[in-house]
């Protein structure tokens, strides 16, 4: 139990410390004056944030609908 708390809170730190974007993505996205770019990477990550989301839903959907259906076959 020891060993798990340490390595949360050393993964905690290491997250914490991390940047979002690399020097090079940050320096171009910063220095364009339309920032058309900033808002196709802003979205692209919006994307791919919710694509896990929806995957998982849907899932635990399934996995509901299974056993909500199952459950009233039986009664």
Do not use: H
Request: glycine content about 6%.
């Amino acid at each position: 139990m020891k060993q798990k708390l340490i390595c949360l809170v050393f993964f905690m730190f290491f997250f914490l410390s991390s940047n979002a974007q690399c020097a090079m993505c940050r320096a171009v996205l910063e220095s364009e004056e339309g920032q058309s770019t900033a808002e196709g990477v802003n979205d692209g990550i919006m994307y791919l944030m919710a694509v896990p989301y929806i995957l998982v839903g849907s899932i635990g959907f399934i996995i509901y609908w299974k056993f909500f259906r199952n459950k009233n076959e039986i009664k």
